[in-house]
């Protein structure tokens, strides 16, 4: 409530479980890690009961919520989730999107994915959900080098990664993905993306002298209120090593170096 003094309310009793990411639906929270799905009952806050663990191997790495279902990547596979019965969910569908998955959100019936097709081209895919069983391909667009940050909005997708910068993709028809927008950020190695209130935030992570010291880290604004011309508007320079970030009301929540900073 206050985000000058985040305090925390509670945490998993068991500590054996390494989480690595997590989405939040209702009264409860999906999350992943080693030992596969955990499904736990956040209504409480300061109690957070389990409600199931589904082993699923140790290769899941992010998770998106979104209706009935839940989206993972598992390996270099996109998997589907039918997780109306919380305390017993239920895989349904699976599709191989024929590269390493590194990001994904959802939106509607479709699912964005960014995926590294090789050393040097990352793509993102559209899946079309609207059967969880039968998850197909429908498009896909190349996308540079790296982009392991996406978000959605409305019509359009916004890419962060690498030094490729800020990508905006026009998916109005998510069979033909094209590209509306780029905007390239100088030598800052963008890791993460979140987008709000008509505004993108990206974190940089590693501008470095010629001694491999770290130089500078930032979070950057820009503002894509006409998606077709971003314009950067400010940063800060933190040194702080950066990773994923997500944006509520008035302030940037920053995963950085195995700390929270607000």
Avoid: C
């Avoid at 945490?11 to 390494?18: G, L, R, S």
């Avoid at 589904?54 to 039918?82: C, H, L, R, S």
């Avoid at 998510?174 to 890791?191: Q, V, Y």
């Amino acid at each position: 409530s206050d985000p000058t003094k985040p305090t925390k309310l509670a945490e998993p009793q068991n500590t054996e479980f390494q989480y690595s990411d997590i989405a939040i639906s209702g009264d409860n929270a999906f999350a992943i890690g080693m030992s596969g799905l955990k499904v736990l009952n956040v209504s409480g806050l300061r109690k957070l009961n389990p409600l199931s663990v589904f082993p699923m191997g140790a290769n899941i790495t992010e998770i998106a919520v979104a209706d009935d279902y839940a989206y993972q990547i598992n390996g270099v596979k996109i998997e589907v989730i039918d997780r109306r019965n919380p305390s017993q969910p239920v895989r349904v569908g699976v599709t191989d999107p024929g590269g390493e998955p590194t990001a994904l959100e959802v939106s509607g019936n479709h699912v964005y994915l960014t995926i590294q097709a090789s050393a040097t081209q990352a793509r993102m895919v559209v899946i079309d959900v609207s059967d969880p069983v039968e998850p197909r391909q429908v498009g896909a667009i190349d996308t540079g080098e790296w982009a392991p940050g996406i978000e959605v909005e409305g019509q359009y997708v916004y890419l962060g990664g690498g030094q490729d910068g800020l990508q905006v993709i026009d998916v109005s028809d998510p069979t033909n993905p094209r590209k509306a927008a780029a905007l390239t950020l100088g030598s800052e190695w963008i890791s993460d993306i979140a987008v709000s209130g008509g505004y993108a935030y990206l974190t940089g992570n590693g501008v470095w002298d010629d001694q491999a010291q770290l130089v500078r880290d930032s979070v950057i604004i820009i503002d894509i209120s006409d998606p077709t011309n971003p314009r950067q508007v400010s940063g800060t320079d933190a040194k702080l090593g950066f990773g994923k970030v997500t944006v509520s009301g008035n302030h940037a929540f920053l995963v950085s170096d195995g700390s929270l900073k607000v």
